[in-house]
Nanobody, 119 residues
Framework: QVQLVESGGGLVQAGGSLRLACAASGRTFRRDTMGWFRQAPGKEREFVAA????????YYADFAKGRFAISADIAKNMVYLQMNSLKPEDTAVYYC????????????WGQGTQVTVSS
């Protein structure tokens, strides 16, 4: 079983940046898709970005393209989400995930980290 622990959330002003980190451990997950989802109050959980551990291919939601960047440090079993030019609508709980780019395919979720963007 995969364990995922996020860190790096917080409060930032609009236009600012944050870097989220996810420490992955547990069973072998090197063939899996690592990713980030988010859930804002009153809204459904949505996909943000994904990275294929084997090969490093990345994929982004439209709202994340050009502003967010997902990366990984294979040696440290870490996945990161660099978020730039943050907007108030980016306010949400961000979850590190393993296994897919849609909610139904995700095999493991982290506990989530709160990101709040003030206007």
């Amino acid at each position: 079983q995969v364990q995922l622990v996020e860190s790096g959330g917080g409060l930032v002003q609009a236009g600012g940046s944050l870097r989220l980190a996810c420490a992955a451990s547990g069973r072998t997950f090197r063939r899996d898709t690592m990713g980030w989802f988010r859930q804002a109050p009153g809204k459904e959980r949505e996909f943000v970005a994904a990275l294929w551990w084997s090969g490093g291919r990345t994929y982004y939601a439209d709202f994340a393209k050009g502003r967010f960047a997902i990366s990984a440090d294979i040696a440290k079993n870490m996945v990161y989400l660099q978020m730039n030019s943050l907007k108030p609508e980016d306010t949400a709980v961000y979850y590190c995930t393993c296994g897919g780019t849609v909610v139904r395919d995700v095999q493991a979720w982290g506990q989530g980290t709160q990101v709040t963007v003030s206007s």
